[in-house]
């Protein structure tokens, strides 16, 4: 219940764009993996897995070290909860002119047109169909796109019905 009342007045600040941004120089690498260790036991419960491929040759970022470890997270939690069945999540990153590109790549249920155009949109909640398990207020998409607007990045999602959703971000790289 914590989790929620944090979430919900966190999307209060967002609306008065009264959250705090403290960026620095950082190894987007580093706070992947500090993410996906933090899944490591929803994972293991759900007999899932996380493929990491971080091919990117430049992965630091100009970027806020808890709000950009988050937005990560809540994609990678996205990922698992719209599971049927065991998840598996493919992240990769790779590096495209003075851009680091992250995909999440998950074999979820997936998301019709309607749903997929609506995801970003604050209190959104996709149906879920005979998938009752998935709990939460539709703030999470709303706060990672808040966070990617926030680091200079974009965001974008694709997804069909039965096949899962990729969502790849760019942001971009400092030297």
Request: aromatic share 6%.
């Amino acid at each position: 219940m914590n989790k929620q009342v944090e979430t919900i007045l966190q999307a209060a600040l967002l609306d008065r764009q009264e959250v705090q941004i403290h960026r620095r120089n950082l190894s987007a690498h580093d706070l992947i993996k500090s993410a996906v260790n933090k899944m490591q036991l929803q994972l293991q419960e759900k007999q899932g897995r996380i493929e990491l491929q971080l091919n990117a040759g430049n992965d630091q970022l100009y970027a806020d070290e808890v709000h950009f470890t988050n937005l990560i997270s809540n994609l990678l939690d996205n990922a698992m909860k719209y599971s049927r069945d065991a998840p598996v999540i493919q992240l990769t990153t790779q590096n495209s002119a003075n851009q680091l590109r992250i995909s999440i790549a998950d074999n979820g249920i997936g998301m019709n047109k309607e749903t997929l155009g609506r995801i970003f949109e604050k209190f959104y909640r996709a149906h879920t169909g005979n998938l009752h398990n998935v709990k939460g207020f539709g703030l999470g998409l709303s706060y990672v796109k808040t966070m990617v607007d926030a680091h200079q990045g974009t965001i974008r999602a694709e997804s069909m019905p039965g096949k899962g959703s990729v969502f790849t971000l760019s942001f971009p790289t400092s030297t």
